[in-house]
């Protein structure tokens, strides 16, 4: 290369990235629409009829119990009963 003459250099390519905004805003609106509207709806609402609780519980325990008392009692006043 000759005096007086100056060399250029290659300038490097520039690589363009296509713009994104708008459609990735897009796809997360879209999403999130789609997740919201897939969202399980659960409602509490009061019976229409009365909770009824039954209390049918059997006194057999007690009714024992004093029979045996009865019977403990009959036994010390009586001992040659058996």
Do not use: S
Request: glycine share 4%; net charge negative; with cysteine.
């Amino acid at each position: 290369m000759g005096a007086g003459r100056t060399e250029e250099r290659p300038q490097p390519m520039k690589i363009t990235r296509p713009d994104l905004g708008a459609p990735l805003l897009a796809v997360v609106l879209l999403a999130g629409t789609v997740l919201a509207a897939c969202q399980p709806t659960v409602k509490v609402e009061a019976p229409q009829e009365p909770i009824t609780i039954n209390l049918n519980i059997k006194l057999d325990a007690e009714v024992r119990l004093k029979i045996e008392e009865q019977a403990q009692e009959d036994i010390a006043a009586n001992p040659d009963i058996f």
